[in-house]
């Protein structure tokens, strides 16, 4: 697949994910275990996560018909590879600690696709990917 449908899909993912956390911050921490109203420090920190999350997403979107991989967009490429990367493993841990909820595994599935995918991107010649 083309790095535009990448990044399109990311995109998508990411701003799903940021109006959930923007708008949402109180079912979301009520979702995980804590009373929506017992720490009003982690719902404002699911809302500046929810921030990042439409940042990431508008940046996704933006470049989104540029050439990615190898050399071209290595930043984006790269920024994009941590941050599935490292939400990946996390997820992964938690799910290998006991959390079966199925969001948390249905994110953990979504999050090791987009991290295998922007580690293949960044590391593949974008030039193979005209020639197929």
Request: a positive charge; proline letters at 3%; aromatic letters at 12%.
């Amino acid at each position: 697949m083309t790095s535009r449908w990448m990044m399109s899909a990311s995109a998508a993912f990411l701003a799903a994910l940021g109006l959930a956390a923007t708008f949402l911050p109180q079912e979301i921490v009520a979702g995980g275990g804590e009373p929506g109203g017992a720490n009003g420090y982690l719902v404002l920190l699911v809302q500046i996560a929810g921030g990042l999350y439409l940042g990431f997403a508008m940046l996704n979107w933006s470049v989104r018909d540029m050439v990615i991989g190898g050399i071209y967009n290595r930043p984006i490429a790269l920024g994009n590879l941590l941050h599935f990367l490292i939400v990946a493993l996390a997820l992964l841990r938690a799910v290998a600690g006991g959390e079966h909820r199925a969001g948390i595994v249905t994110l953990t599935g979504f999050y090791c696709l987009f991290a295998a995918w922007f580690a293949s991107t960044m590391f593949r010649s974008p030039a193979r990917e005209r020639n197929s």
